[in-house]
């Protein structure tokens, strides 16, 4: 399962979102979305688990929860849409 993760904290690395979500099962991907030409965080980043209940108990239990002072929005990724 893909899962967003928002309003994450500048400094916020690959290695920390993968450290998080490790709690709650095997990661199998982690990457923070970043700025091409700055390479700054966009303040949003994914996280890819192979099982499916891991990834619910991390969804339910990250949600609105501090992380690095802010507060994470955590939640299925929607798949992107194509443009026309």
């Known amino acids: 399962m893909n899962i967003y993760v928002g ?6 690395t690959d ?5 998080l979500f490790r709690n709650f099962g095997e990661v199998d991907k982690a990457f923070v979305i970043r700025d091409r030409n700055t390479k700054r965080s966009k303040g949003f980043g994914f996280i890819e688990m192979a099982d499916e ?5 991390a969804i339910d239990s990250l949600n ?8 994470l929005v955590v939640n ?6 194509e443009d026309e």
């Open 7 to 12: 309003n994450l904290a500048w400094k916020t």
């Open 15 to 19: 290695q920390d979102l993968e450290e």
């Open 53 to 57: 209940s891991a990834a619910k108990a």
């Open 64 to 71: 609105n929860t501090i992380y690095m002072d802010r507060t």
């Open 76 to 81: 299925e990724a929607k798949p992107k849409e």
